[in-house]
C-alpha cells in the first residue's frame, strides 16, 4: 500500500505536542509525494499546518482504529510506536481503571495510588492454572506463568519488578510472593509460606524509607528466592540484598524521612520494655528531624511496630535478640544527637562528660563511656617508627561519627538479613526456585552521585539482558514457525557496560585512584576525561571540571565526582570499631568480629552503596594487608554481586513487570504524560515494542484471521474447506507486496500497520455492504410509501364520488316528498274546517238542554241541603259545649300532672347525674330490665282487676238504668214527662263524665306501657351494644396476641432454619476438613514408608505421647500419626510446633466437652425410650396374655364343639374314641405343664440364690453333705424334674467358668500394660539422663530455653495422657452401661426361653404318642455368616466390589446385604459382631474411594448405597417416627436388641465426604469445558467476530485445538452424569442437589472469567450466554431438575449477559440496569461496564459518564467488597429420609458375589 493511500483525507495521525507529549490529529487533505507540510485538523477543531522535512520524508505516526485502542497486549496494536503505546496505556488506565497492560512478554503495572480490591483470595484462585493470555493482565497471571513453568519445564524462574521510587516495585514483588505462599503452600505444618509473607514487614522497617516520591521507597535492592520441592510446595526461601542507601542514616533531604524503624521505635518508646532505651519524640533526635516532618498521613507507625515485632516473633527472632536490635538502633539516634564541641585553635574538638546522648550510647551497646569519648575526637597514627594520637576539627569528627552511625546500621541490617535467611532456610532438598527481584530503577536527579551511578549500572546490566532475552524469544517464534529469520537490529548497550566495568573503565579507574594515598575526586575526574573522552557514551560537562556524562540506554545522566572516593572507600576508624568489638552484649561484639568482615557480596550493602568490609584508614603508607582490603572497595563488592546476579538470571527464565508512576503527586489515577513516556523510555518498554516492529508484530492464528476477515473472502473461495488456502489466497489478493506478510506453520505474521491497513478493508466492505443495505431498505420504504399514498388517493377519489352520487338523490327524494306534503297538508286543513262548525253546533245544543236540567236539579238540591244543614248545626252546638267542658278538665290535669312531672324529673336529673346511679344502671341493668318487665305485669294484672270492676260498674250501671228506666216509665206515668228528662240528662252527663275518666285511665296506662317498653328497649339495646363492644375488644386482642405470637414464631422459624443451615455448613465443612487430614496423614505415611526403605538411622522422640480416637473409624490425628511426624521433623520441630500443637489441643478440649453434652443428652434420650419400651413392652405382655385367654376360650369351645359332634355322629359308642382321648390327654398335659412352670421358678430362684450366697460366703468352705434349706426341698422331686435343675446348675457352672477366664485374661492384660509401663519408664528415664547431659554442654540461657521446652512437651503429654484417660473410662462406663442393659434383657429372655424349653418338652412328651408334621419356616430377611468370614465378606462385598456386576439387580443391594447381615447379629444379641461388621464396612468404603478417588461411577455407587444403608438403619431402628411409611411386614425387620445412632451418625458424615469427593470428581471432568463452552465457542455461528490478539495468544484461540469444547459436550457430560445417578438409584432429592451444586460452578466460573477478560465482555458474548443459558434451562426441566434451584445459582450470570446487551446511552438505561442487576454487585456491574469492548466499529464504547451514574445510583447498595464468586464454595447437602418399599425377604443375591457363605435365616 503506497504513501499516498495511507496519508489520505480523514486520516488520524500522532504529532508531537509540548503539554501532552503526542496528540491526534486528522488530515484535512490527501498527501501527495513531494509536500512540504500536511494539513491537518486538532481535536479542538482548530487548523494546524504541519511541516514535513523533505530530506528525511519523516511523516507523521499514524493513529490505530479505535476498535484496538484500550487492547490488554501493546503488541496487539497494528502501528507499535510510542504514541500508539501511551495512548493505550492512557486509555486502559483512566477510562477503565485497569492498571496491568501487557507488552509481549513484559507486564506493565501502574500506580493507582487506591487500593483496589483485585488481590483477593478468589482473585488468586481465578488466575490459578489459567494460561496466561486465557484472563486480563495482572501480577497473578505473570505468577501462575512463571509457576506453571516451572512445574513443566523443570527450569528455576525469575521474576524481575523494576522501576523508579514510588512506582509499586515493593507491592508488586509482595503481591508475586504472596500468591506463590497461597497457591504452592507448604506440605508440612511449618507454615514457611508465612514466613515468607513475615519478613516482608521487618525489610520495609529496616529498609525502607519515605522519600519525595513515595511513602514507602524501598531504598535496597532484594532478590529473593523461594524453593520449592519436588510436589512444588513451598519449603524455603533466601534473601540478597543490594546496594543499602547508608547516607540516609545521617542524612534526610526536606520532606524526607530516615528509616522506618527509627521512627516506629520513637512511637512505643512509652511501653514499658522500651523505658531502658531512653527514647522520645523522633523530632528529637537530629538524626530523624532533618527532613522537617517525622509522619506520614495515613500510617501510625506504633501500629507498623507492632507488625514488625510479630514478624520477628514468627521468623523465631528471640526476645531477648530483638531488645538488643532495639537497642542498637536507639544507640545510633543517640549517637547523632551527640552534641561536639570545637576547641578555640578549631583544630581538636570535645565532648562534654555530661552528654546525656553519649551516656545513652554506650549504655545501650555496653561499651565504655570514657574510651568512646576520646576515640571520638581522636585518631591514632601510625608511622615505621612510632604511633601517636591526633585530634581532629569539628568537621572531621562529625564525618567520624556519621561513618560509624552508618557501618552500625549497616552491619546491624547485614546481621538481620543472615538470621531471617536462616529462618527460611529449610534442610530439605529444593527441587526448583522461583526468585523475585525487586531492584530500582533507572534514576537520574539534578545531582546524582555514587549511588545513581551504581543503579544505573545494574539497570544498565539488567537491561541488555533483556534485550537478549527478547531477541532471543523473537528467534525461537520465527524457527517454530519456519519463518525465514532475518536479523533484527537492535539497541546493545555493550559499549556502556564495557566503559564502567571493562579494563581500566570507570570502576577500575575510580579503585586505582582509591589506593593512591592522596587520591582526589579531582584527579580522578581528569583520568576519566583522559581515558574515555573519544568513547562516544562518555562526555564532558562545557562548564564543569568535576562532572562527566554517561549516555546511557534511557537518557544522558551527569554524574558530580565529588564524594565518590569517599563513599567507595567506605572508611570506618579502626579504634572505634575496637570498642564496639570489645561490647559487653554479645550482639554487639558479634556484629563487629573479624570474621564478620567478609561478608558474602550477595549480602553487600553500601552508600546507597554499602559495604559489609570495614576499610581502616592509616595515616602511613599501607600495608600489605591493608593493600588487599582495599582491593575489595564498594564498587568492587558491587560489580562482584551483580555478575552473581546476572548468572542467576541468565540460569532462569526471566518473567517482567516494569512498574510506571503516573505523577508526582501520588494523586489516584491521574495521569501525567511526560513523566509516563520517560519511564517507558527508561524501563525498556519501547525498545521491546521497537524490536517487535522491526520484524512482524501482528501474528493471527489462521482460524481467529478467517473469522475476522471473512467478509473480505470471495464466495468461491469459502467452497474450500482449507482454511489455510483460504488465507493465503486473500492475502495475496489484498496485500500486493509479499514482504508485508509470512505463512508460517499455525500463524500468519505481518509487518507493521498491515491489520490496521486489513480492518481499513474490512470497515471499507462493511461500510459498502451496510449502504448497499440502506439504499435497499429506502428504496423500499420509499415504494411502500408510494403504494400507501395511491392507495388513499383511489380511496378519497371513491367515497368522494360517492357523496355527491347520494346528496343528488337525497334532493330529488326531497323534492317529491314536499309535493306530497304540501297536497296531504290541504286536503287535511278542509278536513278540519268542517269538523270544527260541526262540533261547534252539538256543543252549543248540548250545553243548551244541560243548562235547563241542572237548574232543576239545583233547585231539588238546595232544599235537600237546607235540612241537612239544619241538622248539622244543631249537633255541633251541643257537641261544642261538651267539648270545652272536656278541655278545660284537662287542661286542669294537664297542669297538675306537669307540675309533679317536673319535680320528679329533676329528682331524677340530680340522681343521674349521681357516679351511685350509673353504677346501678350499669351493674343492675338486667334486673332493672326483670323488674321493669314484674312492674309491666303487675299493671297488666291491676289493669286486669280495674277492667273487671269496670264491667261490673258498666253491667250493674246497666241495669241501674234499665231499673231507673222502668221507674221512669213509672215515673212518667205518674208525674210527667219533663221531671223524667231532666234525670235522664244528668244520668247522660255522670255518664259521660265516667267515659271520660275510663278514656284518660286507658290513654295513661298505654303511656305508661310505652314509655317503660321503649325504657326497655333502651336499655337491651345499650346492652347489647355494651356486649358487643366487650366481644370486639376480646377478638381485637385475640387476634393481636394471635398475631404476634405467628409473628415471633415466623421469626424464631427462620432464625431456627438459618442457624440450622449455618450449623450444617460448619459440620460438613469440618467433616471435609477430617477428609482433607485424613488423606494428608495417609499421604505423610506413605512418604514415611518412603523414608524408612532408604538405609540411615532415624531417632524416635521418647517424649511424645500418642492419642486414641474413641470413634468407630480411623481418626485424623491416630497414636501412629503423631509419632512418625516427630519423628520426621525431629524434636527441634516438634519444639517450634508447639504453639499449633497447643491450639490442636485446645480445639480437642473444646470437641471432647461438646462430646460429653451430647453424650448426656444421648443417655437422657436412651432413658426415655428405654422407659417408652417398658411402657409398651408391658402393654404387649397384657395384649399378649389377653390374646392367650381368648385363644384358650376359643380353644375350649372348638373341644366343647368336637365333642359334641363326635356325640352326634357315634351315639351307639359308649366308650369314648381316640379323639376324646387325645383331648383327655392334652388337658392333663397342660394341668401338667403349668405345675411344671411353677416348679421351675421356684428351683430357679432356689440356684440363683444359692450362688449367690456361695459367692458371698467364699472364705468359709461350705458343707457339700450339708442339707440345703430350700422350701421344697422336702418334697418328692420327679426324675425329670432332677434333670432339669441338673442342667441349669451345669449352665450356671458353665457362666461362672467364662467369668473366671474372662478375670484371669484381664489380669494378665493388666500385668502386661504393667510390664510395658515399666519399660517406657525406663526407656524415658534413659533419654532424660541422655538429654541431661546434653544440656550440661550447652549454654546457661540454652539451657533455660531447652528446659522450658522439655517441661513444656513433658505437661503436654501429661495432660494428654489424662485426658486419654478419662476418656478410655468414659467409654468403659457407656460400655458397661449398655452391657447392664443387655443382660438385664438376657435375663428376661431366659426366663422366656426356658418357659418355652417347658412347653416344648410337654409338646415332645406328646409326639411320643401322637406325631405332628413341622411345617418348613419362611426366610426372615437375616443373613448368617460366622465371625472368620467377616473379611471374605467386606472384600466380596465392598472391596473388590465393581458396579458393573451388579447391571439389572436391585440398586443398592450391597446395602440391604449388610442391613441383613447387621440383623442376624442384632437377633443374636452379638455387639462385637455388629461393631466389626460397620467397622471394617466402613473402613472399607474409604479404602476403595481412595483408590478410585476420580472415578465417578465408584463414587456415586457408593453414595447411593451408604445412604441407603443409612435410610434402612433408620427405617427399622424402631424409632416410630421413621415407621410410618412401614408395613406390617418391614415392621417385623426392625432391630430388637442394638441402638445404632452412633453408627447412623458415621455413616452419615461417611456419606458427606463421599458427596464432596463426587462434587470434585465432577467439577474437576466439568471445569475444564466451561469457559471454552459458555463463552468462546460459537454457539450461534457468525455472531462472533475475533479481534486482533498480541503475543499473549488466548489458549482455547484454536478451532481445533484440545482445550476447545462447546456447549454439547458440558450437556453430554452432565447426561452422563444424571444417568449413572440414577442407575445407581441414588435419591431424587441429593441428584438436584448435585446439579445445583454444578450449576453454581458453571456460574461462577463464567462469571469470574467474565470479570477478569476483557475480550468477552461485547454484545455478542451477551447473545450466546443467553442462549446457553436457555439450552442449560431446558436441560433441566428435560430431566425434571427445575425444581432444583439451579437455575437460581444461575441468576448472576444471566443477568451479567443481560447487561451486555442493554442499551448503554442515557439515564433511563442506568435506571433499567439498576433495576435488573439486582443479583450483581456494584463493583461487578461497573467492572462489566469498564470491561465492555465493541468487535466492530460501529458499536460504541461505554463512556465513563455513564459509569459514573451508574455508580451515583448504585452507592446506596450495601454490597459485599468481593468481586469474584466463591468458586470453591459448596452448599451443604442434605439427606432427607427415603424409606425403602423393599421387604427384607424378598432380596435376591446373585451368584456373581461370591457369597456363598452367607445363609439365609
Known amino acids: 500500500m503506497s504513501v499516498s493511500e495511507l496519508y489520505s483525507q480523514c486520516t488520524r495521525v500522532w504529532i508531537p505536542d509540548p503539554d501532552e507529549v503526542w496528540c491526534s490529529a486528522e488530515l484535512t487533505k490527501d498527501y501527495k509525494e513531494g509536500d512540504r507540510s500536511l494539513q491537518l485538523k486538532l481535536e479542538d477543531e482548530t487548523v494546524r499546518e504541519y511541516p514535513i522535512d523533505v530530506q528525511s520524508n519523516q511523516l507523521p505516526f499514524l493513529r490505530n482504529p479505535d476498535i484496538l485502542v484500550g487492547e490488554n497486549d501493546l503488541t496487539a496494536l497494528s502501528y ?71 512445574a513443566r519445564d523443570e527450569k528455576n524462574q525469575s521474576i524481575i519488578v523494576s522501576g523508579e521510587s514510588g512506582a509499586g516495585k515493593t507491592v508488586s514483588a509482595k503481591y508475586a510472593m504472596r500468591y506463590f505462599a497461597t497457591v504452592g503452600g507448604s506440605a508440612s505444618e511449618t507454615n514457611i509460606e508465612e514466613k515468607v509473607l513475615a519478613s516482608s514487614p521487618i525489610m520495609e522497617a529496616i529498609g525502607n524509607a519515605k522519600t519525595t516520591r513515595n511513602d514507602n521507597s524501598s531504598r535496597f535492592g532484594k532478590y529473593i528466592q523461594i524453593g520449592f520441592d519436588k510436589r512444588y510446595h513451598i519449603i524455603g526461601a533466601n534473601m540478597r540484598t543490594y546496594l543499602l542507601e547508608k547516607s540516609r542514616v545521617v542524612f534526610q533531604a526536606e520532606d524526607e524521612r530516615n528509616y522506618h524503624i527509627f521512627y516506629q521505635l520513637c512511637a512505643a518508646a512509652s511501653l514499658p ?571 252549543i ?11 232543576k236539579y239545583h233547585q231539588v238540591l238546595r232544599e235537600h241541603k237546607a235540612t241537612i244543614i239544619q241538622k248539622h248545626v244543631r249537633g255541633w252546638m251541643a257537641r261544642r259545649r261538651f267539648r270545652r267542658l272536656r278541655d278545660a278538665a284537662i287542661v286542669i290535669q294537664c297542669g297538675f300532672r306537669r307540675l309533679k312531672a317536673k319535680q320528679e324529673l329533676k329528682a331524677l336529673r340530680i340522681e343521674a347525674r349521681s357516679a351511685q346511679h350509673l353504677k346501678r344502671l350499669n351493674v343492675g341493668m338486667e334486673n332493672k330490665v326483670v323488674q321493669l318487665q314484674r312492674k309491666i305485669d303487675d299493671q297488666n294484672k291491676e289493669f286486669k282487676t280495674l277492667s273487671e270492676q269496670f264491667s261490673t260498674a258498666t253491667s250493674s250501671y246497666t241495669m241501674e238504668v234499665e231499673r231507673l228506666k222502668k221507674e221512669l216509665a213509672s215515673y212518667q206515668q205518674s208525674q210527667g214527662a219533663p221531671r223524667l228528662q231532666e234525670e235522664v240528662e244528668s244520668l247522660r252527663t255522670e255518664l259521660e263524665r265516667a267515659h271520660s275518666e275510663r278514656k284518660v285511665l286507658e290513654d295513661t296506662h298505654s303511656r305508661e306501657k310505652d314509655e317503660l317498653r321503649k325504657r326497655v328497649a333502651d336499655l337491651e339495646q345499650e346492652n347489647a351494644l355494651l356486649k358487643d363492644e366487650k366481644e370486639q375488644l376480646n377478638n381485637q386482642i385475640l387476634c393481636q396476641s394471635k398475631d404476634d405470637f405467628a409473628q415471633n414464631s415466623v421469626k424464631e422459624n427462620l432464625l431456627m432454619k438459618k442457624e440450622l443451615e449455618e450449623e450444617r455448613s460448619r459440620y460438613q465443612n469440618l467433616v471435609k476438613e477430617y477428609s482433607r487430614l485424613e488423606q494428608r496423614f495417609d499421604n505423610l505415611q506413605d512418604e514415611l514408608t518412603i523414608i524408612k526403605q532408604t538405609p540411615g538411622h532415624r531417632r524416635n522422640p521418647s517424649n511424645q505421647s500418642s492419642l486414641e480416637s474413641d470413634s468407630n473409624y480411623p481418626s485424623p490425628f491416630p497414636s501412629s500419626s503423631l509419632s512418625l511426624l516427630l519423628k520426621e521433623i525431629g524434636l527441634e520441630k516438634a519444639a517450634m510446633d508447639m504453639t499449633v500443637f497447643l491450639k490442636l489441643q485446645k480445639r480437642v478440649r473444646e470437641l471432647e466437652q461438646e462430646r460429653k453434652k451430647l453424650q448426656v443428652q444421648l443417655e437422657k434420650r436412651e432413658q426415655q425410650d428405654s422407659k417408652k419400651v417398658q411402657v409398651r413392652e408391658g402393654a404387649v405382655r397384657q395384649e399378649l396374655e389377653s390374646e392367650n385367654k381368648k385363644l384358650k376360650n376359643d380353644l375350649n369351645e372348638l373341644r366343647k364343639a368336637m365333642a359334641d359332634q363326635a356325640t352326634q355322629n357315634h351315639p351307639s359308642h359308649g366308650s369314648p374314641d381316640s379323639y376324646s382321648v387325645l383331648l383327655d390327654q392334652l388337658k392333663v398335659a397342660n394341668e401338667e405343664l403349668e405345675v411344671r412352670k411353677e416348679e421351675v421358678l421356684i428351683l430357679r430362684t432356689q440356684i440363683v440364690s444359692a450362688d449367690q450366697r456361695r459367692l458371698s460366703g467364699r472364705n468359709s468352705e461350705p458343707n457339700i453333705n450339708a442339707r440345703t434349706s430350700w422350701p421344697n426341698s422336702e418334697k418328692h422331686v420327679d426324675q425329670e424334674d432332677a434333670i432339669e435343675a441338673y442342667h441349669g446348675v451345669c449352665q450356671t457352672n458353665r457362666l461362672l467358668e467364662a467369668q473366671l477366664q474372662a478375670q484371669s485374661l484381664e489380669h494378665e492384660e493388666v500385668v502386661e500394660g504393667l510390664k510395658g509401663q515399666l519399660e517406657a519408664l525406663k526407656e524415658e528415664m534413659d533419654k532424660q539422663q541422655q538429654t541431661f547431659c546434653q544440656t550440661l554442654l550447652l549454654s546457661p540461657e540454652a539451657q533455660v530455653e ?295 460452578m458453571i456460574n461462577a466460573m463464567t462469571l469470574n472469567n467474565l470479570l477478569l477478560r476483557k475480550d468477552v465482555c461485547s454484545w455478542s458474548t451477551g447473545m450466546q450466554l443467553r442462549y446457553n443459558i436457555s439450552q442449560l434451562e431446558e436441560w433441566l426441566r428435560g430431566r425434571n431438575l427445575h425444581q432444583s434451584g439451579a437455575v437460581q445459582t444461575m441468576e448472576p450470570l444471566i443477568q451479567a449477559a443481560q447487561l451486555l446487551q442493554l442499551k448503554k446511552k442515557t439515564p433511563e438505561d442506568a435506571e433499567a440496569i439498576c433495576s435488573l442487576c439486582t443479583s450483581l454487585s456494584t463493583q461487578q456491574i461497573v467492572k462489566i461496564l469498564n470491561l465492555y469492548t465493541p468487535l466492530n466499529e460501529f458499536e460504541e464504547r461505554v463512556t465513563v459518564s455513564f459509569i459514573r451514574t451508574i455508580q451515583a445510583q448504585l452507592q446506596e447498595r450495601s454490597d459485599p467488597q468481593q468481586l469474584l464468586l466463591d468458586s470453591k464454595h459448596m452448599f451443604p447437602v442434605l439427606f432427607p429420609f427415603n424409606p425403602s418399599s423393599l421387604t427384607m425377604d424378598s432380596i435376591h443375591i446373585p451368584a456373581c458375589l461370591n457369597l456363598e457363605f452367607l445363609n439365609e435365616v
Not at 437 to 458: H, K, M, P, R
Not at 1498 to 1523: A, I, P, V
Not at 1568 to 1588: F, T, Y
Not at 1597 to 1621: K, P, W
Request: contains cysteine.
Open 1346 to 1640: 531447652f528446659g522450658v521446652q522439655q517441661e513444656l512437651s513433658r505437661l503436654t503429654n501429661e495432660n494428654l495422657d489424662l485426658k486419654e484417660l478419662v476418656e478410655k473410662l468414659e467409654k468403659n462406663e457407656r460400655k458397661l452401661k449398655k452391657q447392664l442393659k443387655i443382660y438385664m434383657k438376657k435375663a428376661q429372655d431366659l426366663e422366656a426361653a426356658q418357659a418355652l424349653a417347658q412347653s416344648e418338652r410337654r409338646h415332645h412328651e406328646l409326639t411320643r404318642q401322637v406325631t405332628v408334621q413341622r411345617k418348613e419356616k419362611d426366610f426372615q430377611g437375616m443373613l448368617e455368616y460366622h465371625k472368620e468370614d467377616e473379611a471374605l465378606l467386606t472384600r466380596n462385598l465392598v472391596t473388590e466390589l465393581k458396579p458393573q456386576m451388579l447391571s439389572g439387580t436391585v440398586p443398592c443391594l450391597p446395602a440391604y446385604i449388610l442391613y441383613m447381615c447387621i440383623r442376624h447379629a442384632d437377633y443374636t444379641n452379638d455387639d462385637l459382631k455388629v461393631h466389626s461388621l460397620l467397622t471394617s464396612t466402613i473402613n472399607g468404603i474409604k479404602k476403595v474411594l481412595k483408590k478410585h478417588n476420580d472415578d465417578f461411577e465408584m463414587t456415586t455407587f457408593w453414595l447411593s448405597n451408604t445412604c441407603r444403608l443409612l435410610h434402612c438403619l433408620k427405617q427399622y431402628s424402631g424409632d416410630e417416627g421413621f415407621m410410618t411409611q412401614n408395613t406390617a411386614k418391614q415392621n417385623e425387620h426392625c432391630l430388637k436388641n442394638f441402638d445404632l445412632t452412633e453408627y447412623r451418625q458415621v455413616l452419615s458424615d461417611l456419606s458427606i465426604q463421599i458427596y464432596q469427593q463426587l462434587i470434585k470428581i465432577a467439577e474437576g471432568v466439568l471445569q475444564p469445558m466451561i469457559v471454552s463452552a459458555m463463552l468462546e465457542n460459537e454457539s450461534i455461528q457468525g455472531l462472533s467476530g475475533v479481534k486482533p490478539t498480541g503475543y499473549r495468544k488466548r489458549s482455547s484461540s484454536m478451532a481445533d485445538g484440545d482445550n476447545s469444547y462447546c456447549l454439547e459436550a458440558v450437556i453430554r457430560q452432565m447426561n452422563s452424569f444424571h444417568t449413572v445417578m440414577c442407575d445407581q438409584g441414588l435419591d431424587p432429592e441429593i441428584i438436584q442437589q448435585v446439579f445445583k451444586q454444578l450449576f453454581y
Open 273 to 843: 520494655e522500651f523505658k531502658e532505651l531512653a527514647l522520645t519524640n523522633a523530632e528529637d533526635f537530629f538524626y530523624t528531624s532533618q527532613g522537617g516532618n517525622t509522619s506520614i498521613e495515613g500510617v501510625d507507625d506504633a501500629e507498623d511496630f507492632e507488625k514488625t515485632r510479630q514478624a520477628f516473633a514468627l521468623l523465631g527472632v528471640r526476645e531477648s535478640h530483638q531488645i538488643s536490635i532495639f537497642k542498637i538502633i536507639a544507640s545510633i539516634l543517640h549517637l547523632g544527637s551527640v552534641e561536639i564541641q570545637s576547641e578555640r585553635d578549631g583544630d581538636s574538638c570535645s565532648i562534654s562528660p555530661q552528654d546525656e546522648h553519649l551516656k545513652n550510647f554506650c549504655r545501650l551497646l555496653g561499651v565504655e563511656h570514657s574510651q568512646m569519648e576520646h576515640w571520638l575526637c581522636h585518631r591514632k597514627l601510625v608511622t615505621t617508627s612510632e604511633t601517636y594520637v591526633k585530634t581532629m576539627s569539628l568537621q572531621q569528627v562529625v564525618n567520624a561519627r556519621n561513618a560509624l552511625a552508618k557501618h552500625i546500621y549497616a552491619q546491624l541490617f547485614g546481621w538481620i538479613v543472615e538470621h531471617i535467611n536462616k529462618a527460611l532456610h529449610t534442610s530439605l532438598k529444593q527441587h526448583s526456585f522461583i526468585g523475585v527481584l525487586d531492584i530500582y530503577g533507572f534514576e537520574t536527579f539534578e545531582v546524582n552521585s555514587f549511588e545513581q551511578f551504581c543503579i544505573n549500572y545494574a539497570n544498565e546490566k539488567l537491561q541488555q539482558q533483556f534485550n537478549w532475552h527478547v531477541f532471543k524469544l523473537e528467534q525461537e517464534e520465527y524457527m517454530k514457525e519456519q519463518i525465514p529469520w532475518t536479523l533484527i537490529d537492535f539497541h546493545d548497550n555493550q559499549p556502556c557496560i564495557d566503559l564502567i566495568e571493562a579494563k581500566l573503565g570507570i570502576l577500575d579507574l575510580l579503585d586505582e585512584e582509591c589506593k593512591v594515598p592522596k587520591g582526589t575526586d579531582q584527579n580522578w575526574a581528569q583520568k576519566l576525561y583522559d581515558r574515555h573522552s573519544s568513547s562516544q557514551h562518555f562526555q564532558k560537562p562545557r562548564m564543569s571540571n568535576t562532572a562527566f556524562i554517561v549516555v546511557h540506554f534511557a537518557d544522558k545522566v551527569e554524574y558530580l565526582s565529588d564524594g565518590f572516593l569517599e563513599k567507595n572507600r567506605d572508611t570506618v576508624y579502626e579504634e572505634q570499631i575496637n570498642i564496639l568489638k570489645a561490647s559487653k552484649f554479645p550482639l554487639v561484639a558479634d556484629l563487629f568480629r573479624d570474621d564478620k568482615d567478609a561478608v558474602p557480596a550477595a549480602t553487600a550493602t553500601a552508600g546507597k552503596g554499602s559495604s559489609s568490609k570495614i576499610n581502616i584508614r592509616s595515616a602511613r603508607a599501607p600495608m600489605k594487608v591493608s593493600n588487599k582490603e582495599h582491593k575489595k572497595t564498594v564498587g568492587h563488592q558491587f560489580r562482584t554481586s551483580l555478575h552473581l546476579l546476572m548468572e542467576t538470571l541468565n540460569a532462569t527464565t526471566p518473567h517482567y513487570v516494569r512498574c510506571i508512576k503516573p505523577n508526582d503527586e501520588k494523586l489516584p489515577f491521574h495521569f501525567d504524560p511526560k513523566r509516563a513516556v520517560q519511564q517507558l523510555r527508561a524501563c525498556g518498554v519501547l525498545e521491546t515494542i521497537r524490536i517487535s516492529a522491526a520484524g512482524y508484530p501482528s501474528r493471527w492464528a489462521y482460524h481467529d484471521f478467517f473469522n475476522r476477515y471473512r467478509v473480505l473472502v470471495k464466495k468461491r473461495d469459502l467452497a474450500n474447506s482449507d482454511k489455510k488456502a483460504i488465507c493465503r489466497s486473500v492475502l495475496e489478493n489484498l496485500i500486493k507486496d509479499p514482504d508485508k506478510f509470512q505463512f508460517g506453520r499455525t500463524k500468519i505474521f505481518f509487518r507493521a500497520g498491515q491489520v490496521a491497513y486489513l480492518e481499513k478493508l474490512r470497515a471499507d466492505r462493511f461500510r459498502a455492504a451496510t449502504i448497499m443495505i440502506q439504499k435497499t431498505v429506502r428504496g423500499w420504504l420509499q415504494k411502500v410509501k408510494y403504494h400507501r399514498l395511491k392507495g388513499a388517493t383511489l380511496t378519497l377519489q371513491r367515497y368522494c364520488r360517492g357523496y355527491l352520487a347520494r346528496r343528488l338523490a337525497e334532493h330529488l327524494r326531497r323534492t317529491r316528498a314536499a309535493v306530497v306534503f304540501q297536497k296531504q297538508f290541504r286536503m287535511q286543513r278542509a278536513h278540519r274546517a268542517y269538523q270544527r262548525a260541526r262540533r261547534a253546533a252539538i256543543v
Open 80 to 150: 507499535l510506536h510510542e504514541p500508539a503505546v501511551l495512548h493505550n496505556l492512557k486509555v486502559r488506565f483512566l477510562e477503565s481503571n485497569h492498571i496491568y497492560t501487557y507488552c509481549g512478554i513484559v507486564l506493565v503495572a501502574i500506580n493507582p495510588y487506591e487500593q483496589l480490591p483485585i488481590y483477593g483470595q478468589d482473585v488468586i484462585y481465578a488466575y490459578s492454572g489459567q494460561n496466561m493470555g486465557d484472563m486480563d493482565p495482572h501480577i497473578f497471571a505473570v505468577a501462575e506463568e512463571a509457576y506453571k513453568q516451572m
Open 845 to 855: 245544543q248540548a250545553f243548551t238542554r244541560a243548562m235547563f236540567v241542572r237548574r
